[in-house]
């Protein structure tokens, strides 16, 4: 059976040398209880810049401003592919007031070697062992 694509974006937020992170809740269907950068799924017709500035702030209450392209990878699981386009993002106003979303039980910044030891998403810990992780 062909599995469906869906279109994701995820968003690496620095501030000094740390990143935001956000952890998936115990119930979620991929990826649960592991560390991720924010993210979020492009709904069909949907800009995709409007798409990750919307996606941002529900899963953060930040508002952002894409700037430049860090790359992208794809996940495979049981019901679908997921292709994530990854972007550099900066605060476009206000401050770090960070709320997550439902779909989170924690947040954190954090640096590269701290996130080298936390249980993130596959795709990630090989972004990060391949050294293409951009800071």
Known sequence: MKKPYGLTIRGLLKEKEKILL????LNSKTNPD???LPDGKV???EDFDKA????F???SALNIELKDLIGAVQENFPHKKTVAII??????SGKYNIEI??????WKWATID???NLKVFGWFKRLLEENKYIL
Do not use: T
Not at 22 to 25: E, R, V
Not at 52 to 55: A, D, H, K, L, Q
Not at 87 to 92: E, S, V, W, Y
């Open 52 to 55: 990750f500035i919307r996606e």
């Open 87 to 92: 972007m550099n993002i900066i605060i476009k």
């Open 34 to 36: 592991r560390w991720k």
């Open 22 to 25: 956000l952890k998936k809740h």
């Open 57 to 59: 702030k529900e899963e």
């Open 101 to 106: 979303s439902e779909e989170h039980v924690d």
């Open 43 to 45: 709904n069909p017709g």
């Open 114 to 116: 701290e996130i080298k």
